[in-house]
């Protein structure tokens, strides 16, 4: 990890993140009966967890609407979620204001044209490894790992062995019984 990006993730303090595209694959499957269905990877959920233990808070911000993504919210203990977000920045500087933080404590990952502002704003822009090309230029940081497939959690984990944190909170699954 080179220490341009080290000193854009050591000052981080929470982590907001687009949905479709990010947390899921970005297809949105709607049976017969108009029922919604979105697939959410356990390793995001896991990774997500981790960075809440290390202290950073998680926030979703999302153009659409979804009961399944209130849900999955609630789920992780995602306590801030902002859904049919039409201006996705001035979302942002809500949420900014509400956690009184500045932009440079703060990562954003996103996948697509309605991101760029907020990814424009914020200390660090994150996009995920089938993001779209305009956003891949502006991004600090890109993913391996495909939206909804565990590009967050790479995220997560980037930024908390950043911070130092990652050992700490990752070494109980290493130790013997």
Same mark, same amino acid.
């Given at each position: 990890?080179?220490?341009?990006?080290?000193? &854009?993730? &050591?000052?981080? &303090?929470?982590?907001?993140? !687009?949905?479709?595209?990010?947390?899921?694959?970005?297809?949105?499957? #709607?049976?017969?009966?108009?029922?919604?269905?979105? $697939?959410?990877?356990?390793?995001?959920?896991?990774?997500?967890?981790?960075?809440?233990?290390?202290?950073?808070?998680?926030?979703?911000?999302?153009?659409?609407?979804?009961?399944?993504?209130?849900?999955?919210?609630?789920?992780?203990?995602?306590?801030?979620?902002?859904?049919? $977000?039409? !201006?996705?920045?001035?979302?942002?500087?809500?949420? =900014?204001?509400?956690?009184?933080?500045? !932009?440079? %404590? #703060? =990562?954003? #990952?996103?996948?697509?044209?309605?991101?760029?502002?907020?990814?424009?704003?914020?200390?660090?822009?994150?996009?995920? +490894?089938?993001?779209?090309? %305009?956003?891949?230029?502006?991004?600090?940081?890109?993913?391996?790992?495909?939206?909804?497939?565990?590009?967050?959690? %790479?995220?997560?984990?980037?930024?908390?062995? +950043?911070?130092? &944190?990652?050992?700490?909170?990752?070494?109980?699954?290493?130790?013997?019984?």
């Amino acid at each position: 990890m080179n220490e341009t990006l080290i000193d &854009k993730l &050591k000052p981080l &303090k929470a982590l907001i993140m !687009d949905v479709d595209g990010v947390l899921t694959d970005g297809r949105i499957v #709607i049976d017969n009966q108009g029922n919604e269905a979105k $697939s959410f990877d356990v390793r995001d959920g896991h990774g997500l967890k981790l960075l809440q233990r290390g202290g950073i808070t998680t926030a979703l911000l999302t153009g659409r609407y979804s009961r399944i993504v209130k849900l999955r919210a609630a789920e992780l203990g995602i306590a801030i979620v902002h859904q049919r $977000s039409h !201006d996705k920045l001035a979302s942002y500087r809500l949420i =900014a204001r509400h956690l009184q933080l500045e !932009d440079s %404590e #703060i =990562a954003y #990952i996103g996948d697509d044209l309605v991101d760029i502002p907020v990814l424009k704003r914020v200390g660090f822009a994150a996009t995920v +490894a089938d993001a779209v090309p %305009e956003v891949v230029r502006i991004a600090d940081w890109q993913s391996r790992l495909p939206g909804g497939r565990g590009a967050v959690r %790479e995220l997560c984990q980037l930024i908390l062995k +950043a911070q130092g &944190k990652w050992d700490s909170l990752t070494g109980r699954y290493y130790r013997e019984n």
